[in-house]
């Protein structure tokens, strides 16, 4: 008897757990939303068990890597793209021509200073857009801000300096992009502060919640000082920020050495791909789904954005695979220079305009792909309320968030008030230890978190599709 009693605490023990209050329950769901709540927990099953987003990941990172826009390793994913979106069997594929900028690295930078007469290393990578050091690097002392607010307060002390940007991710706050945000101008705009006040270089730490080894890339600019001010910039890993910051405040005239051989070469051609599934009412009416082809050329471009184009592209296969004919035209796009440029976003909303198309929505993956937590809705109020009524819909599986905010950088240029924009939501925790770093590669890649994603993405385009259009709001 003695031997059953542990069996039987564990039948009592599953007995008396509560039911899972999140599924959709029968009772509580209108026949419509009987026939969503089936199809969409289709989708699900079908990403589950036959989806291909993680072998289409594998065979874009494994087989062609980085993808900087210009770059070889582009045109290759152009042509990759264009070919599997035919394989899925959209109705039409074509490729969209657009002029892209051309940054290249060059060799590997290097960076180090010397303290107590022990030179420490400096793990660096020259940002995108910035101009090389002289031939024989630079060497300067060096001036630390923690924003740009301190940069512009620096005046002539900052003239034959490095300013150094030491400002670290708000680690208080939840979504780590909003961290990400409070910081990145730094990297974008610090070199455009200083170089007029005669600074002869800027180093920046990484925007990143993780304190590593890992220098994170990204673009920058020089806004529009002469072209006789533009000094070279780099980031540096937080780890090694840190370690500048304290050896600053013993070592106060250390002199710090960074090289880096990176250049901008004239424009060069490439193009989005785009791909098609008709609809079968409203045809006119375009969802266009996607995320960004190029990536960053430090690694492979996994969740920057190799898994925002697969998943898009996912979304068609499971409305195929599942034999529902989208109302709407679904479009996917697979955007080319968003991450120093957003020029293929841009050239897609001017073809747009120009042929009169009439875009009702659209979707954008490029947070990554980790564990879906939702959405975020750019949209009218009306839309917004009515996305926000899908939540006991989309829940089950863990999409709470159905938020206002922004949508990505590749359909924001089709806001309209008459077009509702979201934004793919998965969990940010974990996305800036990878982001523009040699780390960011495909086994970083969880195969049933990117699958999750694929499915949240197809649900929700499923809803926008068939009921969406109704209560639309287009202008004439």
Request: aromatic letters at 8%; glycine letters at 10%.
């Amino acid at each position: 008897m003695t031997r059953l009693i542990p069996l039987m605490i564990l039948i009592w023990f599953v007995s008396c757990q509560k039911p899972n209050t999140n599924l959709p329950i029968s009772g509580t769901l209108s026949e419509n939303e009987k026939i969503d709540s089936t199809n969409i927990k289709q989708f699900f099953n079908t990403a589950l068990t036959q989806g291909q987003s993680y072998e289409w990941l594998r065979d874009l990172t494994q087989n062609i890597g980085g993808r900087l826009s210009g770059s070889p390793e582009a045109q290759k994913a152009v042509e990759w793209g264009e070919q599997l979106m035919k394989n899925v069997g959209m109705d039409s594929v074509w490729l969209q021509p657009v002029m892209v900028p051309h940054w290249v690295r060059g060799d590997k930078e290097v960076a180090y200073y010397t303290v107590n007469g022990k030179r420490k290393n400096v793990p660096v990578c020259a940002l995108g857009f910035s101009v090389a050091t002289p031939k024989n690097g630079v060497t300067a002392e060096v001036i630390e801000v923690k924003n740009l607010a301190e940069a512009r307060a620096l005046g002539d002390k900052a003239k034959g300096k490095i300013v150094f940007f030491n400002g670290a991710f708000d680690n208080t706050l939840i979504n780590t992009f909003s961290a990400y945000g409070g910081c990145v101008g730094q990297r974008v705009r610090g070199a455009s502060v200083v170089g007029p006040f005669g600074a002869v270089g800027v180093i920046v730490r990484s925007m990143t919640n993780s304190v590593d080894d890992y220098p994170h890339t990204g673009t920058m600019g020089y806004g529009d000082i002469p072209k006789d001010q533009y000094i070279p910039a780099a980031a540096i890993s937080s780890r090694a920020a840190e370690q500048l910051s304290t050896d600053l405040k013993t070592n106060p005239n250390l002199k710090f050495f960074f090289k880096q051989h990176c250049q901008t070469l004239p424009d060069a051609p490439s193009f989005n791909v785009v791909g098609e599934i008709k609809g079968s009412e409203t045809p006119e009416n375009i969802i266009v789904v996607g995320g960004h082809l190029d990536s960053w050329d430090l690694g492979e471009g996994a969740h920057d954005d190799g898994t925002g184009v697969v998943q898009s592209l996912e979304v068609a296969y499971l409305f195929l695979k599942n034999g529902i004919r989208p109302k709407n035209t679904l479009r996917v796009v697979f955007f080319m220079n968003e991450e120093n440029g957003t020029r293929g976003a841009k050239e897609y909303a001017r073809l747009a305009k120009v042929n009169k198309e009439n875009h009702i929505a659209g979707l954008e993956s490029d947070a990554g792909g980790h564990t879906p937590r939702g959405f975020s809705i750019d949209a009218n109020e009306k839309n917004t309320g009515l996305l926000q009524s899908w939540k006991k819909l989309l829940a089950p599986y863990g999409l709470h968030d159905l938020l206002k905010g922004g949508s990505g950088a590749d359909i924001s240029p089709l806001r309209d008030d008459g077009v509702t924009l979201v934004g793919y939501r998965p969990d940010s925790q974990r996305y800036f230890d990878y982001h523009h770093t040699s780390r960011d590669t495909f086994d970083k890649v969880n195969k049933r978190e990117l699958e999750l994603g694929s499915a949240s993405m197809t649900g929700i385009i499923y809803l926008m599709d068939k009921y969406l259009y109704q209560n639309q709001t287009v202008k004439p």
